[in-house]
């Protein structure tokens, strides 16, 4: 089955303390984008790639990192979590990298820092 | 840069009604792509309808169609004979036709349909 996954779904953690959320796609995509939704914002991007080891910010990537070193995997990498991290997360991907292409969405990562 | 506004926070629909929600959008760009997406209590992104900019007619999916006005920049969903599984967040979203472009969304309309 074509799908992007993520993990963990929930995380509770605590603010300083390293963590990585996983993303896979098995779609052979060349776009991955990583997004956070805060209620009264919507979605906003966070990183993207391009393609392996082609990645760039989007709107929001101070406290994040992000490498794409398979095609099929985007780590999103919190390094020194805050509670201001607090949010909803989504990986998303697309065959291509224009806006004829569909963005898929894994299931969402909601990470609590305490 | 591009923005996207849905200015209403809630909408009710009774069930086998018809609903619309709004969508405006600003932009300089001549060709993009529009999306609503439907976030349901499960929170996976669904792509209801898409709409090219440069298509003057108005996409349908079922009982999901699109009011594309390009020169007002709105971009509106109506629902039609509305179901309790319709119920959810409705995110309109905008996307440049060229590389390295973003899905830029709104803030969302939360859907009830009532009995």
């Known amino acids: 089955e074509a799908q992007v996954t993520q993990n963990p779904r929930y995380l509770i953690t605590v603010t300083g303390k390293k963590l990585t959320v996983t993303c896979s796609q098995n779609m052979n995509h060349e776009y991955m984008s990583w997004y956070r939704q805060d209620p009264g914002l919507g979605l906003r991007q966070i990183y993207y790639s391009m393609n392996v080891e082609v990645t760039d910010k989007g709107d929001v990537p101070e406290g994040y990192k992000v490498s794409r070193k398979e095609k099929r995997n985007f780590p999103l990498i919190l390094e020194s979590p805050s509670p201001n991290q607090t949010s909803l997360y989504f990986c998303a991907s697309s065959l291509g990298t224009g806006g004829f292409y569909e963005q898929f969405f894994g299931p969402g990562t909601r990470l609590t820092v305490l | 840069a591009q923005t996207v506004t849905q200015s209403q926070p809630e909408m009710s629909v009774q069930e086998a009604e018809t609903v619309t929600l709004s969508c405006t959008y600003d932009t300089s760009e001549s060709d993009y792509y529009l999306f609503w997406y439907k976030q349901p209590p499960s929170r996976q992104m669904i792509l209801v309808i898409r709409?090219?900019?440069?298509?003057?007619q108005n996409a349908t999916e079922n009982r999901f169609s699109v009011n594309f006005q390009k020169a007002a920049k709105s971009f509106s969903l109506k629902i039609s004979d509305s179901q309790l599984g319709d119920a959810a967040m409705y995110f309109c979203?905008?996307?440049?036709?060229?590389?390295?472009?973003?899905?830029?969304f709104g803030t969302g309309t939360r859907l009830q349909v009532t009995l």
């Open positions: 979203a905008y996307r440049a036709a060229g590389t390295a472009s973003k899905l830029t």
């Open positions: 709409q090219e900019a440069y298509k003057q």
